[in-house]
């Protein structure tokens, strides 16, 4: 099937847009991608929303308006992208994820984005994992073993976004993944809140400072450190860093939130040492992130590009594969991936 993969991540910087020709299991063929890079007042109001959710009621006019406006930038990305799908993979954007009360809130109208487009829409991805016990997340592992499949392992995949996550790959299946900690979430409300801009560019801000080493070992005796894998994050689970790190100068504060979460991804037990890392996601655009990573690894790491990979498509493709398995009734999420009792199908299908 050709499908379009729709993802709009924590880093809240856009909808990402990807084709992929799959099967769902083994025939991965990535076609064209884009990034559709959201409005200031849509990233405004989609950040807005992470602060409330927690107490919004379904019917609330904001919220309602943002979903609104979220799903038709969405629309307009497969505008964009002008590539014939027989499906859509619609992941929506996480305002809320608290497995550990059995909820995670993805806002995005399917059935909007189904009759707009004329084309079957698979959504609503977490839902059935975290209602058997899941953790929710990550979602990208067993795409991310179906790429691997031919490569050198163990492996680990780390994708930083808003929030970092592994994936570790041995022989042909995905043994274990989990988020590790902050990603660019806090270096880029960071950076929106004292220089107006929504990210440290090229890691300028990082790399002229020093990593506060008194305040990073408060920010690693945080609680989610101490957790057993399977384990995810909501976005907003480490907003209480920012304040640590705000009597710093700018660049160490700076240098400081980058070496947290290269450090939190480091932390993380592994069933044995990898062979490589290999980085997607936009943490990879950061210069600052990317040295930090290169000097803390017992092993060689490289951007997923040097497999042929694109990073910045990676998770759309995702989505577009995991839309096939919904609609071919495959698992999703397996025990190693989210902590779920069995390898759990999931999500829906809405046609237009």
């Known amino acids: 099937m050709r499908i379009i993969g729709l993802m709009s991540g924590t880093s809240l910087d856009g909808v990402d847009a990807a084709l992929l020709e799959t099967d769902g299991e083994f025939c991965l063929a990535p076609g064209p991608a884009l990034t559709h890079p959201f409005p200031p007042e849509l990233r405004a109001a989609l950040r807005t929303l992470l602060d409330c959710a927690a107490d919004l009621p379904l019917d609330d006019p904001f919220l309602l308006e943002t979903e609104n406006a979220l799903t038709l930038h969405h629309i307009e990305a497969i505008r964009l992208l002008n590539e014939p799908a027989d499906l859509i993979g619609f992941h929506g954007q996480t305002i809320l994820h608290r497995p550990d009360h059995k909820r995670t809130w993805q806002i995005g109208d399917a059935h909007l984005l189904a009759r707009k487009t004329n084309t079957p829409v698979a959504y609503d991805f977490r839902s059935a994992d975290v209602a058997a016990g899941g953790q929710g997340a990550p979602f990208v592992p067993a795409y991310h073993a179906a790429l691997a499949a031919n490569l050198e392992k163990p492996l680990v995949i780390l994708n ?27 270096l880029d409300d960071f950076c929106q809140r004292h220089l107006g801009v929504p990210m440290d560019r090229d890691g300028a801000l990082a790399a002229a400072g020093a990593p506060h080493e008194a305040t990073l070992a408060t920010l690693l005796a945080h609680p989610f450190f101490a957790r057993p894998a399977p384990k995810s994050l909501d976005r907003q689970h480490f907003a209480d860093a920012l304040p640590l790190v705000e009597a710093l100068p700018l660049p160490d504060a700076a240098a400081t939130l980058v070496a947290f979460t290269v450090r939190a991804v480091f932390a993380t037990p592994l069933p044995t040492p990898p062979e490589r890392v290999l980085v997607t996601g936009g943490g990879r655009h950061n210069p600052a992130i990317m040295a930090a990573l290169s000097a803390a690894a017992p092993c060689p790491i490289a951007p997923v590009e040097a497999e042929g990979w694109n990073g910045d498509a990676l998770e759309a493709q995702c989505f577009a594969y995991l839309a096939a398995r919904v609609l071919r009734g495959l698992p999703l999420s397996y025990p190693g991936t989210t902590g779920v009792p069995r390898p759990m199908q999931g999500g829906r299908i809405v046609k237009p």
Request: hydrophobic share 40%; charged share 5%; with cysteine.
């Open 160 to 186: 930083i976004g808003g929030v970092a996550n592994i994936t570790y790959v041995h022989g042909d299946a995905t043994l274990f993944a989990c988020d590790t900690g902050p990603g660019n979430a806090l």
